[in-house]
């Protein structure tokens, strides 16, 4: 199954502006999480929401979660040139030990 | 700030040969896991390890593949007979038992087969 598909695949903004990306996912879960990857870099973790939980920020991030709908979405306030990199949801395999499934990542380009 | 630390950062190698990838995990972490990102693709669930055995392992993670925790300190993940479609970027990630399920990456190698 494909866990965790974000769209868009790609977005391009100006700094200042805000970046939303979306994700969809198909089986029950326990938590959502994103995870910045800057170009040929490691995974940094950003943010973790669990199902029981709505809305969560941190800093200029703030993610919303609809089980109803399972999605989810990263909302990037006030983006900076730094903020360019792929985003990837992921969520905990239900049936599995800890293993993360992410989806295919969104790349956000945000220009000076 | 603690992290996860791999060791090479980039290995070239021939079909055939065996590679090992190092990892040193966050030090009070328990868990540990491989990940693996093939060019322009998802990153993929490899294998976790929990208490010096494998928990969980993936379709990918055949016979090839192995990992050892040979210290109290190092992660590593063999390839036997390395293949051309073996090439990827391989990630290792660590969590700790307080937050299970936050897990820490590395920078990764890049594993490049020839």
């Known amino acids: 199954s494909q866990q965790g598909e974000e769209d868009p695949q790609a977005l391009s903004i100006q700094e200042g502006e805000n970046a939303t990306m979306n994700c969809s996912y198909k089986?029950?879960?326990?938590?959502l999480q994103w995870y910045r990857q800057n170009s040929g870099r490691g995974l940094v973790h950003l943010i973790l929401?669990?199902?029981?939980?709505r809305e969560k920020h941190s800093g200029r991030l703030r993610v919303t979660l609809d089980t109803s709908k399972k999605s989810s979405s990263l909302l990037i306030t006030a983006s900076r040139a730094a903020d360019t990199a792929s985003y990837f949801c992921?969520?905990?395999?239900?049936?599995?030990?800890?293993?993360?499934?992410f989806g295919a990542g969104t790349r956000l380009a945000v220009h000076p | 700030e603690p992290e996860v630390t791999q060791t090479p950062s980039h290995q070239v190698t021939q079909m055939g040969q065996e590679v090992i990838l190092r990892c040193v995990p966050i030090?009070?972490?328990?868990?540990f896991y491989w990940y693996r990102q093939i060019l322009g693709q998802k990153v993929e669930f490899l294998v976790s390890?929990?208490?010096?055995?494998?928990?969980?392992k993936s379709e990918i993670f055949d016979d090839q593949f192995s990992v050892e925790r040979p210290d109290g300190s190092n992660f590593t993940l063999k390839i036997r007979s390395t293949k051309l479609e073996d090439s990827a970027m391989y990630f290792c990630?660590?969590?700790?038992?307080?937050?299970?399920?936050?897990?820490?990456f590395g920078p990764g190698t890049r594993l490049t087969v020839l």
């Open positions: 990630a660590s969590s700790s038992p307080a937050t299970v399920d936050t897990q820490y």
């Open positions: 089986t029950s879960i326990n938590n």
């Open positions: 929401i669990r199902s029981n939980e």
């Open positions: 992921a969520t905990l395999d239900s049936g599995g030990y800890n293993k993360l499934i």
């Open positions: 030090s009070n972490h328990l868990y």
């Open positions: 390890f929990y208490n010096n055995e494998i928990s969980e």
